[in-house]
């Protein structure tokens, strides 16, 4: 059996090498909509149809430009959060915990809020008290302490099994 190169391996070989250098507009027409997903797809199960190596090419081939689009868009995301502005100082964008502690501006003029309520001692009894809690146990009644374990049966399985058909329990 002669083996020979398939035009379709070598061009998703080439999208393997050169999804690095792919124009982000034309990752976003091809991987960043839902049409250009379903072209993908569609090509992909085509191809398998045709011939299943070519198609596990093409299906390769089309994630890797997949993971090429999320990669950028993660890495976009995190040059925002880190506040990377493009000249190789990283300027942190984190709130330090004195601008957390700040009152936040009024969204509306005059805008007055009460102070925050501190509840009574006996709207909160989930909360352990001094006097609650004790380990001594009441039982409801005497027979709670009388129970037996039920007598065991003896027999074969099979004399076990007439017996019930004899007195109708099975």
Known sequence: MKFAVSPI???CLLVFLLAPWVPAPVLKVVVGNPIGVFVLL???VVTVKYNAIDGIAVFLACGVLFLENRKRTLSQINSVSTGDDGSGKRVSTHATVESLSTPADDLIDGE???EHDTPYENESSFNPKNHSGSNKFDPVD??????VPPET???SAEQMANKYV?????
Request: hydrophobic share 40%; proline share 4%; net charge negative.
């Open 9 to 11: 391996i070598i061009g």
């Open 42 to 44: 569609a090509a992909s």
């Open 112 to 114: 007055v809020h009460p």
């Open 142 to 147: 005497e027979t709670i302490n009388e129970k």
């Open 153 to 155: 049966l003896s027999g």
């Open 166 to 170: 004899r007195e109708g329990l099975a």
